[in-house]
């Protein structure tokens, strides 16, 4: 459309224009164009919010009042704000009795609430719109921190009142305010509300109420807490591996820490401050504790049994240290057994080994009592009339190996045979009784005693005494009977070719 055109167009709409606008948009009365598209009534809302850029804002942002109310969604501006109705028409239609201001960008919360729409939206704003809404823009004269906290006035306060304040100390600036420093104000470490830079350890405020003079370093937490500069928390134990208990609990620092330097290191050796006490003259050693205790130095906690696994019982309970060590206690005694001190005690001169628990149940009563030996598990168990006999009746002398373990050893008065038989008793006799023999002679030699044979006396073959056993006999009929032979060997030595056991007359039938 040419020029022209348009301004035909502009004439017609001049002259169907329904009424005057309202004061606020006088100015633009004349060009229609400001506010209407030519035969496009869809194209309208566009030109309404190229003006007014804070409602075209809101909408985008979907805050403020044109943002956030369903109602006004999609809708004509004209719908709402209808114009043509004369220069006193409010425009606007705001009715501050019933908006609801939870719909704008500033909700009106605790005092707020009770304000008056002009108590913030003052004749100076050309809209609501315009209205501040940081705290500061309305509350600088109420600033008592003179702006050097900034213009973020709720990170500290509420709105329900001015002085009701929130701020966390601790989460904000990462020093939490406990014990007194809870109670003080904020301008008793903030001078003249200068809040940069701010001391944040103790000796930066307490320099002057540190009694050490700094000889114990610049941590007074380590030692002071807030409740009370007088209150100490410092835990002996905790930070230095050595608690103050018994007679070092109530001790002031200086007993231990010369020139009340603690932060200089001290032994915590007992001989290093009680090496007058030591009654032992170091003999036995450097670790006190050991045997004494915290509480009172005479207060001995040494256990021979637990410490040392050799309890002290009977006899060995009254012995003093030095009966056993000759040297200093510190060096330990080669060994526990019996054997190691007792050597030239020993009645058994040894032949019994230096286990001496093997036959003493309690070593550390008397030495004759408590024996347990089981005669069963040595060499030569005691059965039958051996059973009854006390120790001395076989041994002479404590050396129990002196005893001999051959019956003819005991029993030579006893030997009926005379020796005729050997010195093995036991082929023949049984513990149980000297007389209950019982020798086989059929079975137990290669000569059966048949007929005549069997009722012999055993002297009657056996005649001469034998030192190392039974003296084997020849077993030919001729070497007991050579006299008795009619025959004067004509025959030969086997007479039991013709003769019988039976009789020496009676032949054999001869085949």
Known sequence: MTGAGHAQVGALERLVMPGPVSAVHADVETTCAEC?????????????????????????????????????????????????????????????????????????????????????????????????TECNACHRDDDVHRGNLGPACMDCHAETTWTDTHFDHELTTEYALTGKHAEITCVSCHVDEVYEDTHDTCIGCHAEDDSHAGTNGTECQDCHTTRNWEETSFDHFVRTGFALTGGHDGLMCESCHEGNKVTQQTPTECVACHREDDAHAGINGNVCNDCHRVTEWLDVTFDHGRDTEFALRGAHAELECNDCHAQPVAVAVPSTLCFDCHAEDDPHTGQLGEACDGCHSDLQTAWPEGVRFDHDLASFPLLGKHDALVCDDCHATPAFHDADDQCIDCHAEDDVHEGRLGSECATCHNPTDWLAWTFDHDTQTDFALTGAHSGLDCHACHREPAVDGVIALQTTCAACHRSDDVHRGEFGADCAQCHTTESFRDLKELQ
Do not use: W
């Open 36 to 132: 209407h598209a030519p035969f496009s009534r869809s194209e309208q809302n566009a030109l309404c919010l190229e003006c007014h850029e804070d409602v075209a804002k809101d909408i985008a942002a979907r805050g403020g009042f044109h943002g956030q109310e369903q109602a006004v969604a999609g809708v004509e501006c004209a719908a709402c704000h209808t114009e043509h109705e004369g220069r006193d028409r409010d425009i606007l239609g705001l009715d501050p009795d019933t908006f609801d201001h939870d719909l704008s960008n500033f909700p009106l919360l605790g005092k707020h609430g009770e304000a008056m729409c002009v108590d913030c939206h003052v004749a100076e704003h050309e809209t609501y719109h315009a209205a501040e």
